[in-house]
């Protein structure tokens, strides 16, 4: 009895051959040039060796503001050698005016087409209340002060960590309480919803940082 040949073999391709992974390649734009691009790095850095060939991640803190913090991101992808599938955009509400902060969403979905999504990543007040969320809930309105101020007693006194703009391995410290603080974001834009404040401008407290982990969650170690 002849032995049938294998499928691979009339194909022309070896068995057993592992198919080429396809990289995602991300690029962070943060307003801020301190807190939110080391907090992006320690996401980076917690991909792992054996997801660094499937996602690929860049960190830019610019010190621009809403539709300038845009126009930065599309002039990066522009001319930056790197095709990049996902962008996300880290901005505050703080002083600036409702109606730059309100119009960033409907420009990224303007943006965004089959090769290259645009994402919304605002906090309002400010980015300090992503963090502040791994440690508790709060619905009440505040100034940016406030929430730094709340997010610096809550890792004093959970952590003992002493709280300040620059202060590195943040996202280290606070991951594990990750899923806790999705859930939270997630109750304040219920709370919003029902409450009728469905512009970003008029959601404080709210937060859509935690959605970049939606997407890239899955790839980090830890």
């Not at 505050?92 to 990224?108: L, V």
Request: include cysteine; proline fraction near 4%.
């Amino acid at each position: 009895m002849v032995a049938k040949k294998s499928k691979g073999w009339r194909s022309g391709k070896r068995e057993g051959r592992s198919r080429m992974v396809q990289m995602t390649r991300h690029l962070v734009v943060s307003e801020g040039k301190e807190t939110e691009p080391r907090y992006f790095e320690g996401v980076r850095a917690a991909l792992g060796a054996a997801n660094e060939r499937k996602v690929a991640i860049v960190v830019k803190g610019t010190g621009k503001h809403t539709l300038d913090l845009l126009d930065f991101a599309v002039e990066h992808c522009r001319y930056a050698p790197e095709t990049f599938d996902h962008v996300w955009l880290v901005y505050d509400k703080d002083d600036f005016p409702a109606s730059d902060f309100d119009a960033m969403e409907c420009k990224c979905n303007e943006l965004s087409d089959g090769s290259r999504t645009f994402h919304v990543l605002w906090s309002n007040p400010c980015f300090e209340l992503w963090p502040l969320l791994h440690f508790r809930y709060t619905s009440a309105p505040m100034s940016a002060a406030e929430c730094q101020r709340a997010l610096a007693q809550a890792m004093s006194k959970d952590l003992g960590i002493e709280y300040r703009k620059n202060l590195g391995g943040l996202f280290e410290a606070v991951d594990d309480k990750r899923g806790e603080a999705l859930q939270r974001a997630g109750r304040l834009d219920t709370h919003h919803r029902e409450l009728g404040n469905l512009k970003p401008s008029l959601q404080n407290p709210a937060t859509k940082v935690g959605e970049i982990f939606d997407v890239i969650g899955p790839y980090l170690v830890g």
